[in-house]
């Protein structure tokens, strides 16, 4: 009797857990080449612009934004670079207060870290009922095909391929061990003597790897690896090790730099470093700092010495806030090497978004340059006044009515070379359920102003998702008119843009892009083709 009313009790305390959380849960039904479709068993509670979370270590994260919405499934934007297979479970939230949750330095660095990460997080232990590890094979392959053409100059014309593959195998043999690789290869058509004569022209490996997991705390990494603690250091060639204790994360770096010509191996560019992470929950939100520090060299000569600081949290209610900072340590002047304290950057973002119909982002960006003293002799030897650039975003977006989506944005930047400040501002707003079509049209304006440029681009987009054919159509017209100051002729541009993709023929996906550039007396064309499978 006591077990049965310990079950009971479990049962209730479950189901009570399941309701407070109050999450609808869909699947992904197919990725086209811009959304990502999905299917719930009905939609009420969900809106435009809501987020989609998918469960990574027991917790959710942020991973798609609600474009279109019908009574059983959805059209989404995706906000991370994970790779949304069909039948993956993703949760929508149907209260008005979304869950609290940490977004890491991948989503928040748009580098090459967008298209490493997805396989490396894929490395992750999963176990059996046997406590066996279950082996994955996972990939993507895509070819690329653009084609320029005009009518001023035949060497405008040309064609470019571009190969790219990312590839994982995870818990090889039912063990800790996993290896990934990501690489592109892309070349002219009139233009392969030069690959063959040397590959490295043509071939950039950004990810090749094998990972260990001795256990849930303890990892290395051997070979070509992007560490999204430290991606501020990028890739490196090398040996790297973490261990997770009960309040921080240890890791370990020692390797070298890919060549700064070519990104192949170079022994010579070597660099060494560690690094110390916490995590940590205070309420609703967490809280993750990291702070490395890190010597390059060249040639066993120091090259630079840096340290780095990152810092972001979900603490405040509703308002996500980042912050990064590097501090060169070293100095060369005139030869003269010496020790010095020196901010070389500092980057700080906040979004808040205190209701589904508006959200605010402010950023502030400060960056002197970078000089590696060995690489680069005759710069920095030569240089001895540390140029500063200074920048400042803001952007809102205000979701008065259904279907109607607005956005303001302001950038300034200004560097002490300048004749006077970078300014740009401008807006857009769109409407995502045209009566009838059932298709979004959105308006963009931008104006910029410079030392060199005064000008406005103008835009308009209608998009068109058919889901039976798992298809998007889009066209739109683009006018750019800038004046610049150098008594250079006036710009007056009108584009044409046309886009189709359609994933049917799964798991390939297709899609052909043209624009055409039309000018006083002379025209522009360009067409991308692209074909995408998923394995």
Not at 201 to 215: E, G, H, I, R, T
Request: proline share 2%.
């Amino acid at each position: 009797m006591p077990k049965l009313n310990f079950l009971i009790l479990f049962m209730f305390v479950n189901i009570a857990l399941f309701a407070q959380d109050n999450f609808k849960e869909g699947k992904v039904s197919y990725t086209s080449s811009q959304l990502v479709y999905v299917s719930f068993e009905n939609t009420e509670g969900i809106a435009e612009g809501d987020t989609i979370f998918i469960k990574l270590k027991n917790s959710l994260q942020p991973a798609l934004k609600v474009k279109y919405i019908s009574s059983s499934s959805a059209a989404c934007e995706k906000l991370s670079s994970g790779d949304f297979k069909s039948g993956l479970a993703v949760f929508a939230s149907v209260n008005d207060i979304q869950p609290s949750v940490i977004a890491t330095s991948a989503i928040i660095n748009q580098t090459a870290v967008n298209e490493i990460q997805p396989i490396q997080n894929e490395v992750s232990t999963k176990l059996k009922s046997t406590n066996e590890i279950d082996s994955k094979i996972s990939g993507r392959y895509s070819i690329q095909s653009y084609s320029n053409f005009n009518n001023v100059s035949q060497y405008g014309d040309y064609q470019r391929w571009r190969h790219s593959l990312r590839f994982g195998l995870q818990n090889i043999g039912s063990s800790g061990l996993s290896f990934s690789t990501y690489a592109i290869f892309a070349y002219k058509a009139d233009e392969w003597n030069t690959v063959s004569s040397d590959i490295s022209n043509a071939l950039k490996v950004y990810d090749f790897n094998l990972n260990y997991k001795f256990s849930n705390s303890t990892q290395i990494w051997l070979g070509r690896y992007l560490n999204r603690k430290i991606s501020n250091i990028s890739i490196v060639d090398g040996l790297q090790f973490e261990n997770a204790f009960s309040f921080l994360t240890l890791g370990l770096v020692v390797g070298s730099r890919p060549d700064y010509r070519d990104f192949s191996f170079n022994p010579k560019l070597l660099e060494y470093g560690a690094y110390l992470s916490r995590s940590d929950t205070l309420g609703s939100g967490m809280m993750e700092n990291t702070i490395s520090l890190f010597e390059q060299t060249n040639d066993n000569k120091t090259d630079r010495r840096f340290a780095y600081i990152q810092h972001s949290n979900t603490i405040i209610t509703n308002t996500y806030l980042f912050a990064s900072a590097e501090v060169d340590l070293y100095k060369k002047e005139l030869n003269v090497p010496k020790s010095e304290f020196s901010l070389t950057s500092l980057f700080l973002s906040a979004r808040y978004s205190p209701v589904r119909v508006f959200s605010l982002s402010l950023s502030y960006d400060s960056r002197r340059n970078v000089y590696y003293y060995e690489t680069y002799k005759s710069l920095s030897d030569s240089v001895l006044d540390n140029e500063l650039r200074q920048g400042f975003r803001a952007r809102a977006v205000v979701k008065p009515i259904n279907n109607i989506i607005i956005g303001l944005q302001y950038g300034y930047r200004y560097s002490k070379t300048d004749v006077k400040p970078s300014r740009n501002y401008g807006g857009n707003i769109s409407y995502t359920a045209i009566p009838l079509i059932q298709s979004s049209l959105g308006f963009n304006y931008n104006r910029l102003l410079s030392n060199y440029v005064d000008g406005s681009v103008y835009s308009v987009n209608l998009i068109k998702s058919i889901s039976a054919l798992r298809s998007d159509f889009s066209i739109g017209f683009r006018k750019t008119d800038y004046t610049f100051l150098n008594n250079s002729p006036k710009l007056d541009e009108k584009a044409i843009l046309v886009d189709i993709s359609t994933s049917v023929f799964a798991p390939f996906s297709f899609s052909i892009s043209y624009e055409g550039v039309f000018e006083s007396t002379r025209t522009y064309g360009r067409i991308l083709l692209d074909l995408t499978t998923r394995f």
